[in-house]
């Protein structure tokens, strides 16, 4: 391996304003941090190829701008990398402008860069973005910063030429995941991590990558125009390490749909059970990507809650969602979970194109036929590149260079919601699950004092109370 001259550091900034984003102000807050993965991967193919790197999680340390500026005087980068997500994505701008006062090249990558490339590298901040999967593009980018490989050749770049037009190579894909190593997880600030929906020290793992879905909500990743699976030997070996390396109580797997595959859920669950690792894990998945048997196997790996992106309980917005999705489907996987012991997690959104008083009610009382352990209720946002995006533009409700202005002035006004009573809308249907007596009884029963504190919080953050 070649020593390479450049020093990189990547950098996850702490967003000051949570507006534009699906949660309510008060959940975000409460949420908690889980590590950034995407980072620490990168951070991973980086050092392995001989370049000095190193993770500033500023989000999970609560950092502001002066603190993450004197971080970067300390480390003394040569390159910058950010992860962005559209609505926060001035917070990054602002650390890449410091980076560039004290001489750092920038890079900006994540679901921002892949949702507006070219928006984003006409930011005088921005040096370069990544579209796509990166971490050999960020190699290949140190490569040609360093005069090894010239910039049309580094895949997923977005620079500016010579003559000051935007070039835009590819969206870079990997195509077999098992050859990448493992994220730096050791780079990562473990004991900041904890999140509402999990228990105590959780960390993150990535089983696969890509989504065939087309919900209507939903951003399209560069990733997800491939479904790739790592295999299960693969994925139960990094387990093992995390666990033993960081004490780590619970795994959150991030692939959208963690059962789309049976080839590789059934035998990675024995996989773990063969090697008896003692894990508690949670995971995403769709409603009609699960079956009893499977789940009743995922339990006896150590699966301890899943959640199920449902949406409505309303026909109506289920086909305004592209969500392919249907009710009775629905009641099969939740009631399956039950069966199984599996604890199961609901998200719905409200205040969608079309909502009334009458798909919310709708939604309600499909929420007690479910009878989930829990849920979260999002506000529905209209980002960049979805379908819902373009409904609202065709609705006259959203400018359609709004999120271009967005990202030229952080000034420009938030969108509002939808409809006038999403917010009305989202506190009853809080209020209406919280407040039930069984399950105040349930959660007085699960708790334990290492979570007295996270409960509260996540109370409060759901209820606005």
Same mark, same amino acid.
């Given at each position: ?14 967003? %000051? ?82 980076? $560039? /006062? ?14 507006? +490339? ?44 010579? !003559? ?5 190579? !590819? ?66 070996? /990094?387990? /093992? ?19 789309? $595959? ?7 669950? !024995?996989?773990?059970?063969? =090697? ?7 995971? +995403? ?26 949406? %409505? ?14 009710? /009775? ?5 939740? $009631? ?21 008083? $009458? ?8 929420? =007690? ?24 533009? !065709? ?24 409809? +006038? ?9 809080? =209020? ?34």
């Amino acid at each position: 391996i070649k020593a390479m001259k450049s020093k990189v550091l990547l950098i996850r900034a702490n967003p %000051t304003d949570m507006e534009n984003t699906r949660l309510p102000e008060s959940l975000a807050k409460a949420l908690g941090f889980v590590p950034p993965l995407g980072l620490a991967s990168v951070a991973g193919f980086l050092r392995e190829h001989g370049v000095e790197v190193d993770v500033l999680d500023a989000q999970a340390e609560q950092m502001d701008l002066a603190q993450i500026r004197r971080r970067m005087e300390e480390y003394e980068p040569t390159i910058v990398g950010l992860t962005c997500m559209t609505p926060t994505v001035h917070d990054d701008f602002d650390v890449a402008g410091a980076a $560039k /006062e004290l001489g750092a090249t920038t890079v900006i990558g994540g679901p921002h860069a892949d949702a507006m +490339p070219e928006e984003t590298i006409e930011r005088p901040e921005v040096d370069f973005v990544v579209i796509g999967e990166g971490e050999e593009p960020m190699f290949r980018l140190v490569e040609a910063i360093e005069g090894d490989l010239k910039f049309e050749d580094v895949p997923g770049l977005v620079f500016h030429n010579q !003559e000051g037009k935007v070039h835009m190579n !590819e969206g870079h894909l990997h195509p077999e995941l098992d050859e990448l190593p493992y994220p730096a997880y050791d780079l990562l600030p473990f004991k900041r991590y904890g999140s509402i929906i999990t228990k105590d020290r959780l960390s993150t793992i990535c089983p696969g990558r890509g989504c065939p879905f087309k919900c209507g909500f939903c951003f399209k990743l560069t990733s997800d125009k491939s479904i790739r699976f790592r295999s299960p030997e693969s994925v139960a070996e /990094e387990l /093992e390490y995390v666990v033993n390396e960081f004490g780590v109580n619970e795994i959150n797997f991030v692939s959208d749909t963690l059962t789309l $595959k049976k080839t590789f859920i059934f035998p990675f669950c !024995e996989e773990i059970i063969r =090697r008896n690792i003692k894990i508690s894990w949670v995971a +995403p998945t769709r409603a009609d990507c699960v079956s009893l048997e499977m789940l009743k196997l995922m339990k006896k790996a150590g699966c301890r809650s899943l959640r199920f992106g449902v949406e %409505t309980g309303s026909d109506k917005i289920i086909k305004l969602l592209d969500k392919s999705l249907t009710k /009775e489907r629905a009641k099969k996987a939740f $009631k399956w979970a039950k069966e199984a012991e599996i604890e199961s997690f609901a998200y719905f959104i409200l205040g969608y194109i079309g909502e009334t008083d $009458k798909t919310v009610q709708e939604t309600l009382d499909f929420v =007690r036929e479910l009878s989930p352990d829990l849920l979260m209720y999002n506000a529905a946002t209209p980002l960049p590149s979805t379908r819902l995006f373009e409904q609202s533009i !065709e609705a006259g409700l959203v400018e359609p260079d709004y999120w271009k202005k967005f990202v030229r002035d952080r000034n420009t006004p938030r969108i509002s919601y939808l409809h +006038p009573k999403t917010e009305e809308w989202i506190k009853k249907a809080y =209020r209406q699950f919280f407040f039930r007596p069984s399950f105040v009884f349930n959660q007085i029963l699960q708790t334990r004092p290492s979570n007295i504190s996270s409960n509260i919080r996540a109370f409060r953050g759901l209820t606005g109370l």
